[in-house]
């Protein structure tokens, strides 16, 4: 018989680049001193499981690459060589090679040979007992995707078979663990991947035995040969990944957990959109009926609000993911980043449990690796000067989550010299950037997400082009959320991104202006009033501000910055809804308020065409499209600095 290998590909895909994080995770975590035998077993059973499923497709070069670095790995574990930490580095860079590797046969990428080669020889060369200073010596690549002559292809698919008698063995183990039980694999020859018939079958799905176990010992090593008839069967674990926790009435080979495409999760939350809309709408419509004659009418529909509620918050919990995710690959960021600057620095972490849409998890990576790079460069100092100043030379970085609200907030802090506001205002100065020595400390602080704002005086590999902190701004803008500064001379900066916990869902005040009906995203409004004639005033050039506590905020008339005819004018008569974007406060003036909702949000951009000003669009109980307001874009198109300065 035939069958397609290929349909099998995305999940040796994933669970690799699954061990390969934890493979990352538990190699930063060794004590080079004192590594235990745990921690080398589990790295060696990362190793020995991608080598299992990547010989089953025959993707050939990734075998040979990790059965090179399992073999070291085997040594390690087993007392013949001792630990160094320079293996480490080496161990991180096949990593990285690995990952170039798995890319290369899932999206049919380019991959340097030449940098497969060179690990390939540090890790023999490693596993041979060569000296540091030897290994140290020999050239090596980048470990980055370079041209090639054409992409690797895929493996071909399996022969057919004669009959059924003669199914390829690896098939007949892959049904079996398909279908709860497989073919143990018999003892491991000490041949080469290239030579060997038949891999380990799907490896990657099985948890190695106990490797202190007489019986196993062979087992670890080497390559699988194809398995016989009479081998003994057992049960096969859960993919890792899998939570392996079993209820006491659950029978031991059912997973207690599944693994779904986004896209499907995706279109149950669009439908469970579409159900609040529907419930909403007829809430709507039952308000106007008499409450005496639909008594049992009415109890439904506020039944149906309530399950309704239920599952669309069930539903959310499916796309939420702990902030670990994305905390988890700093640790290597931080420590050879900090060997290039020759820094000392301890990566802490606070809150990894915190939970966040799957949507902005993706997207808060790269925010996050440019405030982390930023951190490592410009604010913890190198360990002389932390000396002089009566630090301790390792500095600290801390990232912490938790949630405020119906937010998220995500710190970056160090213990480094902080920002220095002479310097940022010399260099505003000079880039001719609008700036006056009566500013707040949070305006000069913000200064440094300019475009191409840069305070480093030498442009270096990892800085200095100013191209990092306005990407972190643009991006956490374009996820609705905002970034905060705190930092003090000498001391540190802390440096915070106020998220909402989903892109699917939005908690918003719903305005009126004329006819009209827009949302404002609770996450901006401070306050709301409706103000005295006195306290409002006309500046030059025809801009109105209005006197809150002290502060003279611009008006943003959204009738005239959106051209609709309003029922209010008079300011006094109407609405002031104060917002804050970017560390300063304007005045949004609205007919009235109409009450707080969590809305479904829908992309206004996808469906019709972006609009300046708005964000996005959902539907109301009475069934009319209520436009979200992007407040940033409302509040840029007045000057806050001309306001303030021509009261």
């Known amino acids: ?56 497709f025959g993707f050939n070069e990734i075998t040979e690459t990790t059965h090179i670095l399992e073999s070291l790995l085997d040594k390690l574990r087993n007392d013949e060589l001792q630990l160094r930490i ?92 398909l279908t709860g039980t497989a073919v143990a694999p018999e003892a491991e020859s000490s041949a080469s991947p290239a030579s060997t018939e038949v891999a380990e079958p799907y490896g990657f799905y099985a948890e190695l035995p106990p490797v202190d176990h007489p019986d196993n010992a062979a087992q670890a090593t080497e390559l699988a040969q194809p398995p016989t008839e009479a081998a003994p069967t057992r049960r096969v674990t859960d993919p890792p990944g899998i939570d392996k926790r079993r209820s006491n009435d659950r029978p031991d080979n059912e997973a207690t957990s599944i693994r779904v495409g986004v ?88 809150g990894e449990g915190t939970e966040l849409d799957k949507g902005l998890i993706e997207k808060i990576a790269d925010p996050l690796t440019h405030l982390v790079r930023n951190s490592l460069d410009h604010g913890v100092e190198l360990p002389q000067k932390r000396l002089a100043a009566g630090k301790p030379a390792t500095g600290t970085i801390t990232l912490r989550a938790f949630h405020q609200g119906g937010n998220i907030v995500i710190e970056v802090g160090d213990d480094g010299a902080g920002l220095n506001r002479e310097k940022i205002m010399a260099k505003a100065r000079e880039r001719g950037l609008a700036v006056s020595d009566t500013m707040s400390d949070q305006e000069v602080w913000l200064l440094i997400f300019e475009a191409g704002f840069s305070t480093a005086d030498v442009v270096t590999a990892v800085s200095g082009r100013g191209v990092g902190m306005d990407v972190v701004k643009r991006n956490v803008h374009a996820m609705g959320g905002r970034v905060e500064i705190e930092s003090a001379l000498g001391v540190g900066t802390r440096i915070s991104i106020r998220l909402p916990l989903t892109l699917a869902i939005l908690d918003g005040m719903s305005v009126s202006v004329g006819q009209e009906i827009f949302i404002v995203p609770l996450t901006f409004i401070t306050e709301s009033l409706q103000p005295a004639k006195q306290d409002i005033r006309t500046i030059a050039g025809g801009g109105t501000v209005v006197h809150v506590r002290g502060d003279f905020l611009p008006v943003v008339a959204l009738h005239e910055v959106l051209n609709i005819k309003s029922k209010v004018t008079d300011f006094e008569h109407g609405i002031m809804v104060i917002v804050e974007s970017e560390c300063s406060k304007s005045a949004m003036f609205v007919d009235n308020l109409l009450g707080q909702h ?14 300046p000003g708005v964000s996005g669009a959902t539907i109301m109980g009475d069934g009319k499209v209520a436009l979200i307001l992007d407040v940033d874009a409302l509040v840029r198109t007045v000057s806050y600095d001309e306001a303030k300065s021509s009261v």
């Open 598 to 611: 969590q809305v479904v949000i829908k992309s206004l951009e996808s469906n019709y065409r972006k609009v």
């Open 86 to 177: 320079e293996m480490v580095d080496v161990f991180l860079k096949a990593v990285d090679v690995i990952k170039v590797q798995l890319a290369g046969r899932q999206f049919e990428s380019e991959v340097d040979a030449e940098v497969v080669a060179a690990i390939c020889l540090r890790l023999n060369q490693l596993a041979q007992g060569t000296p540091a200073e030897a290994v140290a010596a020999q050239p090596t690549a980048a470990v980055a995707p370079a041209p090639a002559a054409e992409p690797v292809p895929p493996p071909s698919p399996q022969p057919p078979a004669q009959s059924a008698e003669l199914v390829d063995p690896a098939l007949e183990n892959l049904f079996a663990i």
């Open 1 to 56: 018989m035939t069958i397609d290998m290929s349909q099998f590909y995305q999940v040796f895909f994933e669970e690799s680049a699954e061990l390969l994080e934890e493979m990352e995770h538990l190699l930063l975590e060794l004590d080079v001193q004192n590594p235990g035998k745990d921690a080398l077993n589990a790295i060696f059973r990362t190793a020995h499981s991608i080598k299992g499923g990547s010989a089953t």
């Open 263 to 350: 896209e499907k999760v995706d279109q149950l939350i669009n439908l469970v959109g579409e159900l609040v809309i529907t419930q909403a709408m007829l809430a709507q419509t039952a308000s106007r009926v008499d409450a005496a004659l639909y008594e049992s009418l009415r109890t439904g529909l506020g039944q149906l609000e309530h399950n309704t509620r239920d599952l669309q918050e069930s539903v959310m919990s499916i796309r939420m993911m702990p902030i670990s995710f994305v905390f988890s690959r700093f640790p290597r960021v931080v420590r050879d980043l900090a060997g290039k600057l020759e820094k000392q620095v301890e990566l802490k972490t606070v």
